[in-house]
Each structure stands twice: as structure tokens, then as C-alpha cells.
């Protein structure tokens, strides 16, 4: 068991974690087990333990696009909330999975480094931003990545140039292969901080303005169809506002799946199968989930 291995190595775990309290959804159950790596070294000694010992697990940094189940998860939690490490220096920024993305952003300015004031408003951590290339108003974080140091299955540790990672629109090398994130090198370039500052700002108001940041959400519900946008194709289904339980089309945001209260998961999966039937018959555009699903 996960227990005593954690416990000769001194790791963090916990037992029966609530996944609503793990994921910006605020929806899912307990999963069996949950450890906390606190370094790469240790997230490599928790992977070759867990694929030695053939157990299920799943990686988990601050569950800003995961809808979880809500009987929970039989498995193993990885969490990467403790792998916090950031640092500057020059025109380069260290951050280790955990950090969240508008830490790292907030640190850039402190160094009066641009480029990266679109991460501000983005809940996920970092390693989660580099899974999936995260991006906004048109800048991707895939851009600014020199190097990730990642774990395979076998917890063996890897640093690999950005240039090889194969990052495009919401994919990257980790999307395919199981490798794990462990930490990141970003180069920036050096600008005027006042500038940074008001730049971040001013996307910020944009956010506030245009998506329903008052409600519990996984980001934007599906990914952007090739020629299309997928909040107006289903505005102009008449699908703002419908909804499935307690999980709504967001009025404010059509794009958007928002938890009004105590949606569940099988509301919001319902619901997702709705708009993407009724986007396909009134347009023939097929819409794919961005958000990921984490069953029992």
C-alpha cells in the first residue's frame, strides 16, 4: 500500500480526499489516496512505486479542467501542490510543478519580464499549463518554455528542450506520452515594468467582464472548433442558459459550464452531451470537450 511507502520516505499522503475540494468544478468524491510530492526526486520515487506495484493513479495539479466523478476516484492521487519551487533569474524563470500560473506571472513582473501577463488570469498550475499549452488572447506558454524536466513511468528524471516538446493548440509531448511534469524553464525578454503591470491588468478587467468568474467552472467547455468559436456556435444554438441540474450554460459566457450549486457530475456530463447534439444538427460542427474527465 501507498501508507507505508510514504511513511519510510517521509512523503505527505492523506486518506479519502474530497475531490470537489481538488478542482475548480468543485464537483467529485473521495478518492482512495492522495501523496504530495514535494520535489522531482520525490515525484520520481512516488511514479516508480506506483507502476512497480501496478496502481492506478492520476495526476493532479490545481483541477482547473478536470470534472471528476462524483463516486470519487479508485486510485492513487498525485497531487503536485507541494512542488512549489520558483525562482528568477536574468531573463529566465524556475518553476516547479505546483506553482500556480498567476504566480509565475506575478514573479515576471517583479523581474520586469513581459510576455507572460496572460497567465495571470488562468486558475491552473503550471505543469498544467505546460500539458496542455495553456493560452489566452493569443499568446501560448508553449512559446516561452527552453526546458521541462519531466518523470516517465519509471520515475526516471528527463530534461528536454521546449523545441521538442511538439506544443500546438492544447497539446503537447505530456498529452500522448504519460510523462509527468515535474518543473520548467521559461525565458522571457525584459520590459518596462509599468507596462507589464497594465497590461495584466487590463486582461484581467477582460476576464471580469466576459466570463463567469463568480461561479465554480473548468475554463472554457470545449476546445475551439478549426474555423470556428465554440461559445457562438452554441449562443447561436439558443443554448445560453440551459441547463442540467444545477450545471448551467453560462449566460454571461456561452463557452462556459458553470456549477450554480450542487451540480453534479453526471448534470454536467448531460449537459455536455446536449450541446454538443443540438451545436452538431443546427451547424454540423462537431465540438470536443476541453474539459477532462476523471472517472471512478
Not at 200 to 226: H, I, T, V, W
Not at 265 to 271: G, I, K, Q, Y
Request: glycine share 12%; proline share 4%; with cysteine.
Amino acid at each position: 500500500m501507498i501508507a507505508p511507502f510514504c511513511d519510510a520516505r517521509g512523503i505527505p499522503y492523506a486518506r479519502q480526499v474530497l475531490l470537489a475540494e481538488h478542482t475548480t468544478f468543485r464537483i467529485g468524491g473521495p478518492a482512495d489516496f492522495a501523496v504530495m510530492p514535494r520535489n522531482p526526486e520525490e515525484m520520481g520515487q512516488v511514479l516508480s512505486f506506483l507502476n512497480r506495484n501496478n496502481m492506478r493513479y492520476f495526476i493532479l495539479g490545481k483541477g482547473s479542467d478536470i470534472l471528476a466523478h462524483d463516486k470519487g476516484y479508485r486510485g492513487v492521487l498525485v497531487l503536485t501542490e507541494g512542488m512549489k519551487a520558483l525562482s528568477a533569474e536574468g531573463d529566465r524563470i524556475y518553476a516547479e510543478a505546483g506553482c500556480s500560473m498567476a504566480s509565475v506571472s506575478n514573479l515576471a513582473l517583479r523581474e520586469g519580464l513581459q510576455g507572460l501577463e496572460f497567465l495571470h488570469g488562468i486558475p491552473g498550475s503550471i505543469g498544467g499549463g505546460i500539458f496542455m499549452n495553456a493560452g489566452a488572447y493569443g499568446s501560448e506558454i508553449g512559446t516561452f518554455v527552453e526546458s521541462v524536466t519531466w518523470a516517465d513511468r519509471n520515475g526516471v528524471l528527463h530534461t528536454t528542450p521546449g523545441s521538442e516538446l511538439s506544443f500546438s493548440y492544447r497539446h503537447s509531448f505530456f498529452t500522448e506520452s504519460g510523462g509527468v511534469v515535474c518543473s520548467v524553464v521559461l525565458r522571457c525578454s525584459h520590459g518596462n515594468p509599468v507596462e507589464i503591470k497594465e497590461k495584466m491588468q487590463d486582461l484581467d478587467g477582460r476576464r471580469r467582464e466576459k466570463q463567469p468568474l463568480e461561479y465554480p467552472s473548468a475554463g472554457s467547455a470545449f476546445k475551439r472548433p478549426e474555423g470556428y468559436f465554440a461559445g457562438k456556435l452554441i449562443e447561436d444554438s439558443g443554448l445560453k442558459g440551459f441547463s442540467v441540474g444545477d450545471a448551467w450554460v453560462s449566460e454571461k459566457h456561452a463557452g462556459f459550464i458553470v456549477n450554480k450549486g450542487n451540480a453534479t457530475s453526471e448534470d454536467v456530463h448531460r449537459l455536455i452531451d446536449h450541446v454538443t447534439s443540438v451545436v452538431y444538427q443546427k451547424f454540423g460542427v462537431t465540438l470536443e470537450p476541453e474539459v477532462r474527465f476523471l472517472d471512478e
